[in-house]
């Protein structure tokens, strides 16, 4: 779990240096499909994500609205001012949090309940999704993607022998 969490965050912060070589008005053009805009769509992962993390422990939502961050500065700044609280829960995540129920009333009414693990998997499922739509756009742009490869990113240690 960790783990992807953490790749996420490496593919996240990749794709904010990409957006760096971009003119603004394009990471704020409205796109097809995903939530509007290359930019409006990073910010909708980092909510997403912390978002999620708080309602398990039980704390209110975010609320912002994604105007009020319309610049690659501030979706960054809000990144950073969200990942602390999202990197200890990782962090401190036990096996015995992976069946823990969470309940939640839907914007329709209905009731559902799923547990933690699930949410979690969801939590990372969710960006992964979405920059598969990324790498769309920076094609429709002309541009190279950032890279999706779990490979090389330094996400896990070897051992010091090697297996055949």
Known sequence: MKTWFRYNWIIREQWYE????????????RRTGGVGSILETLFHMADVEWSWIR???????????????????????LDKLFRPEVEAFVNNWEERMENRAFTDTRAD????????????RHTIAHQIHHC????????????????????GKGLMVPEAKEYK
């Open 109 to 120: 009414g209905t009731t559902v309940t799923d547990t933690w693990g699930e949410i979690m």
């Open 18 to 29: 990409w957006c760096g070589e971009v003119p603004e008005e394009e990471l704020l053009r």
């Open 132 to 151: 598969g739509q990324l790498s769309v756009w920076a094609r429709e742009l002309g541009r190279k993607p950032v890279s999706p490869n779990v490979i």
């Open 55 to 77: 309602a398990m422990q039980g704390k209110p939502d975010f609320q912002e609205k994604f105007q009020e961050y319309a610049s690659l500065t501030k979706v960054r700044e």
